[in-house]
T-cell receptor
Framework: DVKVTQSSRYLVKRTGEKVFLECVQD?????MFWYRQDPGLGLRLIYF???????EKGDIPEGYSVSREKKERFSLILESASTNQTSMYLC??????????FGPGTRLTVT | AQSVTQLGSHVSVSEGALVLLRCNYS??????LFWYVQYPNQGLQLLLK??????LVKGINGFEAEFKKSETSFHLTKPSAHMSDAAEYFC???????????FGKGTMLLVSP
């Protein structure tokens, strides 16, 4: 069965902290994605990766970076968390040109 | 570039009534279309997908959608709503050669007894 896991379901951080969100997939998928979801705005793509060590900016990359050192793991990094980064973060993975499979999400609150 | 418009941020139906969630897309090349469902505090789950085979696509939980090129639409339907269908539904579009999806803003389905 397809499985995408995220390191935390809920996270509370302080302004200025460095935050790491981890995502792991067990399907040997080439592609991995990070989205943020906000009420009324739907899902917006932050970054995606189509191979190990490869990354592409999505629609809203500002304030974020990513790391993919192994095929199964894709990390989202908030270098200096700000209150406007309070959101639900969703990770997904897919084979090339196929449907995406999503993790359960991490609800991040920055205070 | 592709785009998706979902008409209605909220749709309310009674249990047993027809469910119709609207999705219109814009794409300069033949699209791939998807419907996802999100239950509270969960990730997105794929309901169904259109990838240029049959225009009427059947998905999980009794949902189906019809691709209509002339209307640039991919509306989601279910003949009889259940309370368990209450969730947020997202339409998404992609094209061959691209792995990214463009999502609509979502429609919240409310089901009353």
């Amino acid at each position: 069965d397809v499985k995408v896991t995220q390191s935390s379901r809920y996270l509370v951080k302080r302004t200025g902290e460095k935050v790491f969100l981890e995502c792991v997939q067990d399907m040997d998928h080439e592609n991995m994605f990070w989205y943020r979801q906000d009420p009324g705005l739907g899902l917006r793509l932050i970054y995606f990766s189509y191979d190990v060590k490869m990354k592409e900016k999505g629609d809203i990359p500002e304030g974020y970076s990513v790391s993919r050192e192994k095929k199964e793991r894709f990390s989202l990094i908030l270098e200096s968390a700000s209150t406007n980064q309070t959101s639900m973060y969703l990770c997904a993975s897919s084979r090339q040109y196929y449907e995406q499979y999503f993790g359960p999400g991490t609800r991040l609150t920055v205070t | 570039a592709q785009s998706v418009t979902q008409l209605g941020s909220h749709v309310s139906v009674s249990e047993g009534a027809l469910v119709l969630l609207r999705c219109n897309y814009s794409s300069s090349v033949p699209p791939y279309l998807f419907w996802y469902v999100q239950y509270p505090n969960q990730g997105l789950q794929l309901l169904l997908k259109y990838t240029s085979a049959a225009t009427l696509v059947k998905g999980i939980n009794g949902f189906e959608a019809e691709f209509k090129k002339s209307e640039t639409s991919f509306h989601l339907t279910k003949p009889s709503a259940h309370m368990s269908d209450a969730a947020e539904y997202f339409c998404a579009v992609s094209v061959w050669g691209y792995s990214t999806l463009t999502f609509g803003k979502g429609t919240m389905l409310l089901v009353s007894p």
